[in-house]
Nanobody, 127 residues
Framework: QVQLVESGGGSVQAGGSLRLSCAVS????????MAWFRQAPGKSREGVAA????????FYADSVKGRFTVSQDNAENTVYLQMNSLKPEDTAMYYC????????????????????WGQGTQVTVSS
């Protein structure tokens, strides 16, 4: 059973930075995808960043490109989301997701029913 635990959320002013962490426990295949999604009240869930654990290929949504960076620490079984130049529109609940036996990032981003999910961490950006 894979468990994902997010941390690092909080409140910050516009222009500030936060780093989210997702600790992974349990068995997960060496070929896996990890992703960060977010959902703001009244809006649909959005995949903002993803990483393929085999070769560290990454994806970023246009809304965060150039500001967010997803990375992995295999020794610590942790995935990070570094968020810089935060904007009020980044305010949302952020969720970590994992997809076992993942071959391409589109699987974790679009075939979400088969993802493992964390409980989420709130990010609030004030203007």
């Amino acid at each position: 059973q894979v468990q994902l635990v997010e941390s690092g959320g909080g409140s910050v002013q516009a222009g500030g930075s936060l780093r989210l962490s997702c600790a992974v426990s349990g068995y997960i295949a060496s070929s896996a995808c990890m992703a960060w999604f977010r959902q703001a009240p009244g809006k649909s869930r959005e995949g903002v960043a993803a990483i393929y654990t085999v070769d560290s290929t990454t994806f970023y949504a246009d809304s965060v490109k150039g500001r967010f960076t997803v990375s992995q620490d295999n020794a610590e079984n942790t995935v990070y989301l570094q968020m810089n130049s935060l904007k009020p529109e980044d305010t949302a609940m952020y969720y970590c997701a994992a997809r076992d036996w993942c071959m391409e990032l589109s699987q974790i981003l679009h075939e979400v029913d088969n993802n493992y999910w964390g409980q989420g961490t709130q990010v609030t950006v004030s203007s």
